[in-house]
């Protein structure tokens, strides 16, 4: 699995808000396996391992990447019409 272990200070933070796969779906329109080989691209927020078949996300990290990607959109242009 692609997890990274919480740590001691990550957990002592107040306010630190975990969600868990079904939520991530939610929130995020991608599929599972578009976010794990995002997640090994270093594109996406890392998941925790709360214990050995539990998994989940730091929902401040998955809002400020959306915040990101909001800010980082360019409109496509569309099919056969040239930028001039």
């Given at each position: 699995?692609?997890?990274?272990?919480?740590?001691?200070?990550?957990?002592?933070?107040?306010?630190?808000?975990?969600?868990?796969?079904?939520?991530?779906?939610?929130?995020?329109?991608?599929?599972?396996?578009t976010i794990l080989n995002m997640e090994k691209r270093?594109?996406?927020?890392?998941?925790?391992?709360?214990?050995?078949?539990?998994?989940?996300?730091?929902?401040?990290?998955?809002?400020?990447?959306?915040?990101?990607?909001?800010?980082?959109?360019?409109?496509?242009?569309a099919p056969g019409i040239r930028s001039v």
């Open positions: 699995m692609n997890a990274r272990d919480l740590t001691f200070e990550e957990m002592k933070k107040p306010g630190k808000a975990l969600i868990n796969r079904k939520r991530l779906l939610k929130i995020v329109p991608l599929s599972e396996r270093g594109e996406f927020p890392q998941r925790f391992s709360i214990t050995t078949r539990l998994v989940a996300w730091d929902l401040q990290e998955i809002e400020a990447w959306i915040e990101q990607r909001k800010s980082a959109a360019l409109l496509p242009s």
